[in-house]
């Protein structure tokens, strides 16, 4: 079956970095698209960024473009978001996942303090 582990999130200063990883398994990860998507409370999910399964053309939304990055690991299974310069709108919990799919793992939680 499909699963998602993300980790790597934690508390941060406005301004500082951190980067997360989210191990996949359950389908042949090498030939998929993946996304990093996010969500905070009251606000509806956002997807941040994703991935072709080549690595080679990532795409981003407007609120992270030139701040995070997105890659990916064929051999490991695994995909990451580098995230810079972030901000107090950057928490949110962080999830990875399949396009359309509609079932989710605990994610992790990033938090911005100001």
């Known amino acids: 079956q499909v699963q998602f582990v993300e980790s790597g999130g934690g508390l941060v200063q406005s301004g500082g970095s951190l980067g997360l990883s989210c191990a996949a398994s359950?389908?042949?990860?090498?030939?998929?698209?993946i996304m990093w998507y996010r969500q905070s409370p009251g606000k509806e999910r956002e997807l941040v960024a994703q991935i072709t399964p080549s690595g080679k053309t990532p795409t981003y939304a407007d609120s992270v473009k030139g701040r995070f990055t997105i890659s990916r690991d064929n051999a490991k299974n695994t995909v990451y978001l580098q995230m810079s310069n972030l901000k107090p709108e950057d928490t949110a919990v962080y999830h990875c996942?399949?396009?359309?799919?509609?079932?989710w793992g605990q994610g992790t939680q990033v938090t911005v303090s100001s």
């Open positions: 996942n399949l396009a359309a799919r509609d079932e």
């Open positions: 359950g389908f042949t990860f090498s030939m998929y698209v």
